[in-house]
């Protein structure tokens, strides 16, 4: 039995999903992939219906119906693979590989040296490093990260990487009930995990390779969304 699952969130990427990513994958690892269709209108649930048919063994899909968002589709997801029991590391990515699965072997080797129960990538811009991320977005996200550090005093740097894996009792911590975020919901998670305690049990390393893909549903307006949503992390935190 696998012990490391990931996690593909999936509404309408049709024409994103890389399937050779995904077979790299399956190909240089030893990980479950569960591609959780969220109520896409194209036709995402024929691609990875397809792919998983071919590759039975280590890829599922997880179809769910009704278009939620993202984080109603993680929350559903991980809540299933937490009932069936099987797995030690419950991780997930972006159905875009803005993070390539050359760096998601690199964190999935990290969390198996079990030296930290949650890893989360951070796309720093270091000297030589491949983070090629457009310039509105990041300017969004420093602003976000700030007030947010601000008010919570996380201490973490990006909160926002498509890209964390973490243990299955960690998990079970921060996806015990369901989220008042859609955009935001990753900051819910270390908000929840700091009232626990359970914070310094993590860590963020850097992603040395990101990019943007075209198609990404983030942009100045979805900044106002976002505003919205550190006004409920205010209230309900």
Not at 22 to 28: D, P, Q, R, V, W
Not at 112 to 127: A, P
Not at 182 to 196: G, P, Y
Request: net charge positive; hydrophobic share 40%.
């Amino acid at each position: 039995m696998q012990k490391i699952a990931i996690i593909i969130p999936c509404y309408n990427e049709e024409k994103r999903l890389k399937t050779t990513s995904l077979f790299y994958l399956i190909e240089n690892t030893n990980v479950d992939i569960y591609l959780a269709n969220d109520g896409s209108k194209d036709g995402t649930l024929e691609v990875i219906t397809e792919f998983s048919s071919n590759n039975a063994e280590r890829c599922f899909v997880l179809n769910f119906k009704q278009n939620q968002g993202k984080a109603a589709t993680l929350f559903k997801a991980v809540n299933l693979l937490i009932e069936k029991d099987s797995y030690e590391y419950i991780g997930y990515f972006d159905a875009d590989f803005s993070t390539p699965e050359t760096e998601v072997i690199r964190l999935i080797a990290e969390i198996q040296k079990k030296e930290t129960e949650f890893l989360i990538g951070s796309r720093i811009l270091l000297l030589n490093s491949g983070i090629k991320r457009k310039y509105h977005r990041h300017i969004i996200g420093r602003i976000i990260i700030t007030l947010i550090n601000l008010k919570f005093k996380l201490g973490i740097y990006d909160t926002q990487c498509g890209a964390k894996i973490f243990s299955s009792a960690i998990l079970k911590q921060c996806f015990d009930k369901p989220f008042n975020t859609s955009w935001l919901f990753d900051v819910e998670i270390f908000i929840r995990l700091k009232k626990k305690n359970l914070l310094s049990k993590g860590r963020e390393i850097p992603v040395y390779n990101w990019k943007d893909v075209d198609g990404s549903k983030l942009g100045w307006k979805t900044a106002f969304k976002i505003l919205n949503e550190l006004y409920l992390l205010n209230k309900n935190y």
